[in-house]
């Protein structure tokens, strides 16, 4: 089983940025295939970013592209998304995701694990 914890949400004016992180166990982390998805009040779980098992590629949802890096560092178990420029429209419970295998996943049925979210707003 793979356990992940999100950090690094908080509050933020317009324009600023967050770096959050996300602490993965229980697997080699090099073998996970890793994202983020949002999920802002009353609406469906969003893709955000999702990053390759070695970290050269990535794939970024149109909104936050330009604005938001993903990365990874498979020593120490880490995922990471940096978030600059935000808008309120960014205001969402942002969530780690992984699974096992290859590829890069942008739909929220294909990872099978989860964590608790971290909460970003972005105020006006």
């Known amino acids: 089983q793979v356990q992940l914890v999100e950090s690094g949400g908080g509050l933020v004016q317009a324009g600023g940025s967050l770096r959050l992180s996300c602490a993965a166990s229980?697997?080699?982390?090099?073998?996970?295939?890793i994202g983020w998805f949002r999920q802002a009040a009353g609406k469906k779980r969003e893709f955000v970013a999702a990053i390759s098992r070695s970290g050269g590629n990535a794939n970024y949802a149109d909104s936050v592209k330009g604005r938001f890096t993903i990365s990874r560092d498979n020593d120490k178990n880490t995922l990471y998304l940096l978030m600059n420029s935000l808008k309120p429209e960014d205001t969402a419970v942002y969530y780690c995701t992984a699974r096992e295998g290859w590829g890069i996943w942008e739909s929220p049925v294909e990872y099978n694990h989860w964590g608790q979210g971290t909460q970003v707003s972005v105020s006006s």
């Open positions: 229980g697997r080699t982390f090099s073998s996970l295939a």
